[in-house]
């Protein structure tokens, strides 16, 4: 009887553990992929756009070793109550996901499964260790990474990447849907241009991805990773998120690389990061809607009708480094860690926002938003989460400028308009003379936005913002 491999974010053949195990029963097999609508959260606009072309991808790689990829929609139980008597299946097999509402999704089908005679098995794949693996001594969870990652390597050693299969026997395949009916890609109008031109998902996206960082990137990552202007970083985070490509195999190649210790390092840790975030997430299911730190619960935001808000997500704050990082987010659907960090400290501690209207916007902007590092990071920028950031650690945006993109290459490339002045104003265009605007064809206020913000007095409203919600404790 046929085996239902279950694809869900693990989007790839190699190093897929699920696929192998399924591979080595002997089974025929059929390919599934459910578009689950009661997803939760359900997917933001640049990873719909993800997701449609890493299946295209997904389909492809299938198919050219003898297996089809079946389309469903709907509530996954539901799909898979039907699809399992269609195809006569005794065995479904998927690769874990951690988000709490997956989680129980997931262990209410099992049981379901089971209950009617067929074998559920779940795999690792995502991750490096399972969420909750990692503890101290007394077994207790930590809310601090360094001591999380000392014990974690004590006990790393992914091992060798399982090869994709050759060949692989498939059932006949069941009535599938078809993948342009499912709207994934937008066509009216079309914003995705940006996407095209900076991404290829799917599996050979992603290898050839961490191919290139081994080869020219990883070299100098320690110093060069809080530069946006440089190639420096790797950009995997959404061939990690759809499991394109596992963090086993990334681990591998990158330890192998031709590069120093403490670049490779370096690297490693900011993998040890997402497995924090998803550790996080495991032990504090309600992160991404509830501040960590208590004291958050009353901090007094600021009343806003929208327009500050606008302002930011449109890129049209005033302040280059920050429009630029966001302008690079609505373009591309990725923005550099340092800016994420920088245009995070400015929503929430310039502006004082809500953290969770920009957790909404990066979810719903980004090709890589993952639940756990999105709610995770976005804590930790607004100073209420694990291991953060002083809430009183401000980032003042155009000092940041000044140090991480010193000659205004990255201001240049998003924000064009103020492309031709001089470096020396490029972040704080407001202090440039007259003669020098009009020579970069520069008119405040019109060609660019004034600055919507007093950086001074708007760190001495947060500075007070934070102690009045101290005091009340
Ligand atoms: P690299 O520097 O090449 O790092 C390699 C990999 O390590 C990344 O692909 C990612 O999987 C992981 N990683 C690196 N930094 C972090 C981090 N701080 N937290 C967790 N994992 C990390 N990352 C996401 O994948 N999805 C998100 O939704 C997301 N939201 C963020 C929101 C905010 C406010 C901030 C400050 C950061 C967020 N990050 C998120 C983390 C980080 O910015 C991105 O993972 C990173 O920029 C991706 O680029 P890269 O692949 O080139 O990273």
Redesign the pocket.
Known sequence: APLILWFRRDLRLTDNLALAAAATTGAPLVALFILDEDDDPPLGGAARWWLHHSLVSLTHDLRERGLSLTLRRGPSAASLTRLVPETGARAVFWSRVYEPAALRRDGEIETMLRASGVEAQSFSGALLFEPGEIRSAQGRAFRVFAPFWRAAQAIVAPGAPKPAPTRLRAAPAPRSERLEDWGLTPREPDWAGGLRDAWRPGESGARARLDA?VED?VRD?AAA?DFPAKDN??????H??WGEIGPRQ?WRAIEGADAPRADIAA?LR??G??E??HHILLDHPSLPEAPLDPDFARFPWAQDDGTLFRAWARGATGYPFVDAGMRQLWLTG????RL??I??SFLVKHLLLDWRE??RW??DT?V???LS??A???Q??AGCGADAAPYFRIFNPVLQGEKYDADGAFVRRFVPELARLDAHYIHRPWTAPEQKLREAGVRLGETYPLAIIDLAAARRRALDAFDSCRRAR
């Open positions: 960082f990137g990552y990773r970083v790797s950009r995997l985070s959404p990690l998120h990334v690297f900011e993998l990061w997402r924090f975030c990725w923005m550099h860690n994420r960090m245009v995070a920009g957790e990066f979810f980004l890589d938003a993952d590092s999105n995770f990071n976005w930790w920028a």
